[in-house]
């Protein structure tokens, strides 16, 4: 018995953007509490998706060179709710070696 997808669902940016872009998700966490709301990293977007709705995101954020006023191109490596608060989000890049937290909230 193997296991069955009980569902796809594309991220945002990944959707919209031209296939040589080479934006591909690379992070997932579940919401601690709410089990319907995902946190995905996907280039340099990390969005809060509600999978009973996912063509659109909760909460978006860029995590890329225009808001660090760097010049050099940056996607999001990892990203984790903090366990502690489950009202933050933790994100880490890849090219500046940057760790960002947001608040879910604002």
Request: hydrophobic content about 35%; proline content about 5%.
């Amino acid at each position: 018995e193997g296991l069955a997808c009980l569902g796809t669902v594309q991220h945002p940016i990944a959707k919209d953007s031209n296939s040589s872009s080479g934006y591909r998700v690379q992070g997932l966490d579940w919401h601690p509490s709410d089990p319907n709301v995902l946190l995905a990293a996907c280039g340099p977007s990390l969005d809060i998706l509600d999978c009973r709705s996912p063509d659109a995101a909760v909460c978006s954020w860029r995590c890329d060179a225009a808001q660090q006023k760097n010049s050099a191109d940056d996607s999001v490596e990892k990203a984790m709710y903090v366990h502690v608060d489950a009202n933050y989000v933790l994100a880490s890049t890849s090219n500046t070696g940057s760790i960002a937290l947001f608040d879910i909230r604002k």
